[in-house]
């Protein structure tokens, strides 16, 4: 590789980090998965990742933790249950029960036995 594609590699690789710190390119619509398309194609376009070795410079256990991580934490602030079950899950906080006004404590009733 020459020196110029490697200037421009590890010039990619910190516009890319730049843009995933910040949160989006300023000026631009770009956020931070287009910058991860963008840099990805200009590592190819640099011939600083050939499309042969490109399938195994991919670590799969950390796509599947972000992945999961990502999950997770979508159905966290969407409200939904983690579980797979079709049941409802109990959740005190958003029962219809809970949203009631508060109810006078326990009074002890008095039956007369039916005589």
């Known amino acids: 590789m020459s020196e110029l594609a490697t200037i421009s590699t590890y010039l990619i690789f910190i516009a890319s980090y730049a843009v995933f710190a910040l ?9 931070r998965p287009g910058a991860a398309i963008i840099g990805a194609v200009l590592m190819f376009t640099t011939g600083a990742v050939r499309a042969s070795n490109a399938l195994y410079l ?10 999961s991580m ?3 934490l ?3 602030i ?12 109990n959740n005190s906080r958003n029962s219809p029960e809970s949203r009631r006004a508060p109810v006078e404590p326990f009074q002890e009733r008095h039956h007369s036995p039916k005589q």
Do not use: C, E, N, W
């Not at 949160?23 to 956020?31: S, T």
């Open 23 to 31: 949160g989006k390119f300023q000026g631009m619509k770009i956020d």
């Open 58 to 67: 991919v670590h799969f256990g950390t796509v599947v933790l972000l992945f």
């Open 70 to 72: 990502m999950r997770s």
């Open 74 to 76: 979508a159905s966290t």
């Open 78 to 89: 969407a409200g939904f249950p983690l579980s797979a079950s079709p049941l409802p899950m």
